[in-house]
Antibody, heavy 116, light 107 residues
C-alpha cells in the first residue's frame, strides 16, 4: 500500500520560501506522476502542479512564476518550493500520486501558515 | 481554464436516502472526471475515476455517470460514514481544476 507523508515548516514568514517534502513509502516513485494540491482553511482544493520521475513538470499558471517541484529518486521523495509567499498562501498542503491526471493516493496534509 | 460547478453546495439527507450530486464543466471534458470524498481534518479520498470507474476499496453504493459537460455522483443508501464533503475534478486539461464542493449533512 502506497503511503505519502508531507514534511516541512508549519510557519513561514511573508516574502520567504515555503519548502515541503513528500516521502513515498510502500512503492517506488518511478513510473508515476506525483503532485501537490493545497486547500486554504475552510475553502476548496487547488492544484499546484506535478512532476514525473524524468523531471517533466506541469504547473498551475496562477502559481507558475513562484513554484518549483523537484524529485529525488534516491530518497523516494519529491519536493515543493513556493517563493515570495503571502498570507494568501496559508493552506493545508497535500502531496498525492497522480494517475491519468487524477489523484489516487494522498498524504495526510500539512498546514503551512504564512505570518510574521 | 475549465470551470467546474457543483450543485447543490449542500444537501441534508437521512440514513438510507439516495443522494445525487451534479458537476458541470464549462467545456467538454469527455470522461475525464474524478470524484473525491473529504471528511473534516482529513485528506480527500478518490471515489470515482474517469467518470464512472469505482476506485478499489470504495463501497458499491457510490456510482458515477456522465460525459462531456454534465456528470453525476450518486450515493445509493446513505450510510453514517458518508456524511462528508464531495468534490469533482476535471482531468481533461491543464490546469487541473476542482469543483467548489458539496457538503452532505445529516437531516
Amino acid at each position: 500500500q502506497v503511503q505519502l507523508q508531507e514534511s516541512g515548516p508549519g510557519l513561514v514568514k511573508p516574502s520567504e520560501t515555503l519548502s515541503l517534502t513528500c516521502t513515498v513509502s510502500g512503492g517506488s516513485i518511478s513510473n508515476f506522476y506525483w503532485g501537490w494540491i493545497r486547500q486554504p482553511p475552510g475553502k476548496g482544493l487547488e492544484w499546484i502542479g506535478h512532476i514525473y520521475n524524468s523531471g517533466s513538470t506541469n504547473y498551475n499558471p496562477s502559481l507558475q512564476s513562484r513554484v518549483t517541484i523537484s524529485v529525488d529518486m534516491s530518497k523516494n521523495q519529491f519536493s515543493l518550493n513556493l517563493n515570495s509567499v503571502t498570507a494568501a498562501d496559508t493552506a493545508v498542503y497535500y502531496c498525492a500520486r497522480v494517475r491519468n491526471r487524477q489523484f489516487d493516493y494522498w498524504g495526510q496534509g500539512t498546514l503551512v501558515t504564512v505570518s510574521s | 481554464d475549465i470551470q467546474m460547478t457543483q450543485s447543490p453546495s449542500s444537501v441534508s439527507a437521512s440514513i438510507g436516502d439516495r443522494v445525487t450530486i451534479t458537476c458541470r464543466a464549462s467545456q467538454g471534458i469527455g470522461s475525464w472526471l474524478a470524484w473525491y470524498q473529504q471528511k473534516p481534518g482529513k485528506a480527500p479520498r478518490l471515489l470515482i475515476y474517469t467518470a464512472s470507474n469505482l476506485q478499489s476499496g470504495v463501497p458499491s453504493r457510490f456510482s458515477g455517470s456522465g460525459s462531456g459537460t454534465d456528470f453525476t455522483l450518486t450515493i445509493s443508501g446513505l450510510q453514517p460514514e458518508d456524511f462528508a464533503t464531495y468534490y469533482c475534478q476535471q482531468a481533461n486539461s491543464f490546469p487541473l481544476t476542482f469543483g467548489g464542493g458539496t457538503k452532505v449533512e445529516i437531516k
